[in-house]
């Protein structure tokens, strides 16, 4: 059985003060895992899951736009515009079952109608089972006792599960809160006790737990559709031409159907401003009218929203955030460890990239997974 947990929004910086504690408890420890640009949450997760970045999966961001229309579509929840067919045969779900490998999934994003996971477990799903108010501990604790009673019951050969709550902590109080700081401990005191259950199923298995992404402090704020409604560009923000699309944070996605020079102009403009740190064009054709034309890559601590008057602001009290390019902003990178029966004891390495989680995991099944990444070499037990 082979187990894979998701702390969503742990720095590696911040993981590394507990590292010490998974360390002397055997797992092996990857010190930096490389993340996705943007820095997201389901970019992160697709990419973790298929194995290849977004220009396969074309899951850009938690918002995308229809290119056609400039439509904001928020991907929370059960959104089936990209969770289709496409998706779902990148995944490592599909080359699981295609080997004849059972899967169960608990509160990952962009599995919606997965036909190839055998139990799933939807966050959405989860929310609507608890009456009243939902807190993400009341969550974390269903993504708990899901891992639990799925690994109790010896049914699926690959569980993967996702816990929120220290993400979503650390953008409402900040990453160094004392909310945040306690539902960390919490977390590490739920992988003990999955730790714990895989133990007592008396079953070979491994455990891999990573961050997808980490966070870093909100300090101002900024607001690309507002400058393109004070520019000579208004006429085609109005014109529903041309749009930045983001949730509050370090990167927006920039959508456009005008021809590449005007592109290149506003692309120019942009990079040209003190809260900017580069504006990238994501160059080639595609089908997916999900595609933005480019990346607004914002510096460090400037936490980007994109309204368009006569909207107003909702994320003046975000702590902290994410969706700075990793290589930029250093916080966005995650962690790694892993313990198991074929994982290596206490073997420590520098880095690796998101993106190679997916074919370690198909090499530990001994199964093929088509994909960019690669087995991480090195924490994998080789036998002739």
């Known amino acids: 059985m082979n187990v894979l947990i998701s702390l969503d929004g742990l720095s590696h910086q ?53 290119s056609g229309t400039m439509e904001r579509i928020e991907l929370y929840g059960d959104h089936e515009i990209i969770c289709n067919e496409s998706l779902h045969e990148q995944t490592l779900f599909y080359s699981l079952a295609e080997n004849e490998r059972k899967s169960c999934c608990i509160h990952w994003p962009m599995t919606s109608g997965n036909p190839y996971i055998h139990h799933l477990v939807t966050e959405s799903g989860s929310k609507k089972k608890i009456q009243g108010t939902v807190s993400v501990e009341e969550i974390d604790t269903v993504a708990l006792l899901e891992t ?23 953008h409402q109080y900040g990453k160094d809160s004392m909310e945040a700081a306690r539902c960390l401990e919490m977390l590490f005191e739920y992988i003990g006790q999955i730790d714990n259950a895989l133990k007592k199923s008396h079953r070979p298995y491994n455990l891999i737990v990573f961050s997808d992404h980490g966070q870093s402090d909100v300090r101002t704020f900024f607001y690309p559709n507002e400058i393109l409604a004070q520019s000579r560009w208004q006429q085609n923000l109005h014109n529903n031409q041309i749009r930045f699309v983001g949730d509050g944070s370090g990167s927006l996605l920039f959508y456009s159907s005008l021809e590449h020079q005007q592109n290149r102009e506003i692309m120019d403009y ?48 975000m702590k902290s955030l994410h969706g700075y390019h ?29 993106e190679n989680i997916a074919p370690t995991i198909a090499a530990l099944f001994q199964i093929s997974h088509p994909c960019d990444g690669r087995k991480i070499k090195g924490m994998i037990r080789e036998y002739d």
């Open 326 to 354: 990793p290589a930029n902003v250093d916080e966005m990178n995650g962690f790694m460890v892993c313990k198991g029966d074929q994982i290596e004891i206490n073997k420590i390495m520098d880095e690796t990239n998101i």
């Open 148 to 170: 639990i009673q799925a690994i109790e019951s010896a049914a699926y050969d690959f569980i993967a599960a996702r816990f929120v709550c220290y993400d979503a902590l650390s």
């Open 270 to 317: 942009f990079s040209g401003l003190p809260q900017v740190n580069l504006f990238y064009a994501l160059e080639g054709e595609s089908s997916s009218e999900y595609r933005p034309v480019g990346i607004l890559d914002l510096n460090h601590t400037v936490c980007g929203e994109d309204i368009v008057p006569p909207e107003q602001p909702k994320y003046r009290n």
């Open 14 to 66: 911040n993981f590394e003060r507990s590292s010490q504690q998974f360390i002397m408890n055997g797992f092996s420890y990857c010190k930096k895992l490389i993340t996705t640009f943007p820095s997201v949450t389901f970019n992160a997760h697709a990419t973790a899951m298929t194995g290849s970045n977004h220009d396969k999966h074309l899951v850009f961001d938690n918002v995308v736009s229809r």
